[in-house]
């Protein structure tokens, strides 16, 4: 196995849950969009855990700095790392609902790709804006409130500028 391969399995998962958050109903027959952004959320940061895992242990990448700067992943869960807390005791908790606001005169800009479970046709060289407020899939992340999608996206991003560095290729 290779860090590669678990960046493309966060990948895989991060996609499932955009697809979640920006369908706003359920991927599958549960019937229950809080329950399945929470199973998403909990296999995306297993993903980055195990990428950094197999970057330490088997491509001797020094990952200490990065992960001490993300103690809200990879922190034990007593000391606050949602990976230990979600994985081993206790489910991180998704509220689909809700809108906070960009700050001052922030705009959010999203130019991820549209998941393909819910791309639509699109006119080629076209491109859609769409205006107003969005509401999100939100968790409780150390006592702030984080749109759960953009958390894992910022990470992902991070972890893979990471994975370049040391020489990875996914």
Partial sequence: MSSGK???EAQFFLELLDALDRRRKPLTRSGDTAKEA????????????????????????????????????????????E????????????????????????VNFDFRKTPLLIEEASVPGMVNFAFGPDHYMFIDLRGKLEQVTQFCYNHFYQLKA??????GRL
């Fill in 162 to 167: 990471l994975h370049a560095q040391a020489g």
């Fill in 83 to 106: 990976r230990a807390k979600t994985v081993h005791v206790k489910h991180t908790e998704a509220a689909f609902s809700g809108y906070i606001p960009p700050k001052g005169n922030e």
């Fill in 6 to 8: 678990k960046l493309d």
């Fill in 38 to 81: 929470s199973y998403l959320f909990a296999a995306v940061l297993n993903s980055f855990y195990s990428a950094i895992a197999i970057m330490r242990d088997e491509e001797g990448v020094d990952v200490k700095p990065f992960v001490v700067a993300h103690p809200e992943i990879y922190a034990r869960a007593k000391d606050g790392g």
